[in-house]
């Protein structure tokens, strides 16, 4: 389970997972009661940021079985091993995670600048040993850093700045449309009505909605990026590798011998000094299997992940051209279309498609 395609799957290491010398049920209440952690947060109406950051500790060794309390008391507080997302406090060494006080500047860094909710700063802090947990890696992985940094880029961040009020856009524009299907909106809608009952215990259990709401979308990402999105990766690297052997020793005709969503890993590997095998703008064309038509494809890269423009488009001669017309043309056997704007072709065969790649580059 969650193993990636280049790697096998690891044993859970012992160190994340210490085991007791004696079991709970064998200790006295007493004891047992001390064993058990405590998380505290807010009562009263509740956010996405906290709903997730109570989750997330719960997928941790060391709050994994955590009860909850949700009260803004101080002396219930006091009581609690971790408290996020009230309180005023940001102390790691405290175990206290509260983002509303003033001069509360913390962010995730690696380029990140958006300022952290209660969510952000359990997923800085515990975010690694989360993800190592899921995956079955070590801790230590280059995997798991990786895994990490993606998931805040693509799930944490929208859910910090959410929390914290802080625009999406860097002017004022206006959007043009309202969009309220996003996770924070959809826990803030579990709230009770303004006419409906607000007592704590129907608060309380609608806050356990929330938790598994956040949970299941969270785990969700985090099972998508570790299991399709990362194995990608590493499938364009060894792509890369091979094609230089087999295809083309420049290094600008990548072949996969499957399809894989490639463009954002190369653009991302490229920046990366330490992958060697790719060097940033050196790849042209990535040529695939289209696995619905049975045909392969010839894609020119673009000048970014979002970009319409191509590093080297496919040739201006052969641009609208199909079938029999784009084979005469290009005097390559198996043609069947090159779009109009050059940046992506068919042929029949996975030489045909080569082929219309060299034969580009040389154009």
Not at 86 to 92: P, Q, T
Not at 96 to 108: A, N, T
Request: charge should be negative.
């Amino acid at each position: 389970m969650f193993a990636f395609r280049s790697l096998p799957s690891l044993p859970r290491l012992s160190f994340l997972f210490p085991r007791a010398s004696m079991s709970t049920v064998d200790l006295p209440d007493t004891k047992r009661q001390k064993m058990v952690k405590t998380i505290g947060t807010h009562n009263g109406t509740f956010h996405c940021d906290e709903a997730l950051a109570v989750f997330m500790l719960r997928q941790t060794s060391v709050y994994r079985d955590a009860q909850l309390k949700r009260s803004r008391d101080p002396a219930v507080l006091t009581t609690c091993d971790i408290v996020v997302d009230v309180g005023a406090i940001y102390d790691e060494s405290k175990q206290l995670f509260d983002h509303h006080q003033r001069g509360f500047i913390e962010v995730f860094g690696h380029g990140f600048e958006t300022k952290l909710s209660s969510a952000g700063l359990v997923y800085k802090h515990f975010g690694q040993e989360i993800i190592a947990n899921r995956v079955q890696l070590p801790l230590e992985d280059i995997k798991v850093n990786i895994l990490w940094l993606k998931l805040y880029k693509e799930f944490i961040e929208a859910i910090d700045g959410i929390d914290n009020g802080i625009s999406q856009y860097a002017n004022d524009m206006k959007p043009k449309y309202r969009n309220r299907t996003d996770l924070s909106s959809r826990v803030g809608a579990l709230n009770p009505w303004w006419n409906q009952s607000t007592d704590s215990q129907t608060v309380d259990a609608l806050f356990e909605k929330a938790l598994a709401l956040t949970g299941q979308e969270f785990l969700g990402k985090l099972d998508y990026y570790a299991n399709a999105w990362l194995p990608a990766r590493d499938l364009l690297i060894e792509s890369v590798s091979a094609s230089k052997t087999a295809v083309d020793p420049s290094g600008k005709i990548i072949l996969f011998e499957q399809f894989l969503p490639w463009k954002e890993h190369l653009f991302e590997i490229e920046a990366d000094e330490s992958v060697t095998a790719v060097k940033p703008n050196q790849a042209i064309y990535v040529v695939y299997p289209d696995e619905t038509a049975g045909s392969w494809r010839i894609q020119a890269v673009p000048l970014s992940p979002e970009s319409f423009e191509s590093r080297k488009a496919l040739p201006e001669a052969w641009r609208g051209l199909r079938d029999d017309e784009l084979s005469k043309v290009s005097g390559i056997d198996g043609g069947i279309f090159i779009h109009a704007s050059g940046f992506i072709g068919g042929n029949r065969t996975k030489d045909g498609a080569l082929k219309i790649a060299q034969a580009a580059l040389n154009l």
